[in-house]
């Protein structure tokens, strides 16, 4: 080969290494400015991230002083109701206090009313034995209950229907004994007579003048009328005056 053409040659390889070298510049360059528009991207979204981020930690403190301010409102709401549940007790508990006791004036108020009329039902079904007790229980435990006086009377009644004589006697002089001015005094004047006659041992006597006391003291009352009839039967009537001699005939 001439020298020329090994000029021509060498120039030729060296103008094409030139021109790869620029379009590999001018490709550098064109990702470099890529490069740089991505990162300045990147920049403004981490920069609007860091804005909300900021937001978010701002809200995030309003947040926790809100909070903080209804923990502060719940804390001062609980005492209140710690207060008031306390109040309320005390209330419940002093009106339970007051039910309580006006239960046992009630109680108090019925239990009588109920002994006596549990007592005189039974009698009235001539239970004896249960209407006894329960008058018996009524006078012991209320003897100065309303119906202490009645209730004596009817214990009376009680051991007279059964035939328990000496029980009955002494029901019905006590309710003499306690109570004088009774209304029961004439009734319960004749059923002692008649409990006295019923002894085994002599009490004619006794019975006789309790009877005369009621047909003297109490004279309109049926009860007179029944110890006059039983008086009839215990005294003997009177005896007879003999009949006075003729006169003798007088002489002409």
């Known amino acids: 080969m001439t020298l020329s053409r090994l000029t021509v040659f060498a120039a030729a390889l060296l103008l094409q290494g030139c021109i790869a070298t620029q379009r590999d510049m001018l490709q550098m360059q064109s990702q470099m400015d890529d490069l740089n528009m991505n990162l300045s991207t990147m920049q403004k979204n981490q920069a609007d991230l860091a804005v909300k981020i900021d937001s978010l930690s701002r809200d995030l403190n309003v947040f926790s002083e809100n909070i903080k301010g209804v923990s502060s409102q719940m804390e001062r709401l609980s005492g209140r109701l710690d207060q008031m549940e306390a109040g309320l007790d ?34 009235s079904a001539k239970n004896y034995d249960n209407a006894a007790a329960g008058f018996k229980s ?18 009376g ?23 004088p001015s009774s209304s029961k005094a004439p009734a319960a004047r004749l ?23 009621v047909v ?37």
């Open 191 to 213: 059923r002692y007579a008649q409990s006295l006659l019923k002894f085994p041992q002599d009490k004619k006597a006794e019975a006789i003048s309790f009877l005369e006391s």
């Open 138 to 155: 009524y006078i012991a435990k209320y003897p100065s209950g309303e119906m202490a006086e009645v209730a004596c009377f009817y214990l």
């Open 216 to 252: 003297k003291d109490f004279p309109r009352s049926p009860e007179a009328r029944t110890a006059k009839e039983q008086l009839d039967k215990l005294k003997p009537p009177a005896p007879k005056p003999a009949p006075k001699p003729a006169a003798p005939p007088a002489k002409k």
């Open 90 to 123: 005390k209330r419940v508990n002093a009106i339970g206090k007051t039910i309580q006791k006006q239960q046992e004036q009630v109680e108090s108020a019925l239990l009588p009313s109920k002994l006596y009329n549990d007592s005189y039902a039974a009698f």
């Open 157 to 179: 009644e009680s051991y007279f229907s059964k035939g328990a004589w000496q029980d009955a006697a002494l029901a019905y002089a006590t309710l003499l004994d306690k109570y």
